[in-house]
């Protein structure tokens, strides 16, 4: 079983940036592929990004496309999400998860979800 806490969230003005991590214990994530989701207050949980255990493979969904990135140091045991040029309606809670299959956006792809932490783009 893999733990992950998230953090770097808070609140930010439109267009400026923010970092997230995503730091895994119980179990090295290093052989894992991993992906960011958010949930929007009043809205279903959506697929953000994911990343491939080595790093090198990336996707994400087309709302951020350009202006996020995710990676990962595998040294650390963590995932991050840059966000940049951030928009009002980036605000949700973010979380980070482990890919039971790769390819996929659904929350059914993934697994042992971190607690979140909360993002909010003033306009």
Known sequence: QVQLVESGGGLVQAGRSLRLSCTASGRTVISYNMGWFRQAPGKER???AAITGSGITTYYADSVKGRFTISRDNAKNTVYLQMNSLKPEDTAVYYCA???????????????????TQVTVSS
């Open 46 to 48: 959506e697929f953000v």
């Open 98 to 116: 482990r890919s039971l299959r790769w390819g996929g956006q659904r929350e059914a792809d993934f697994d042992s979800w971190g607690q979140g």
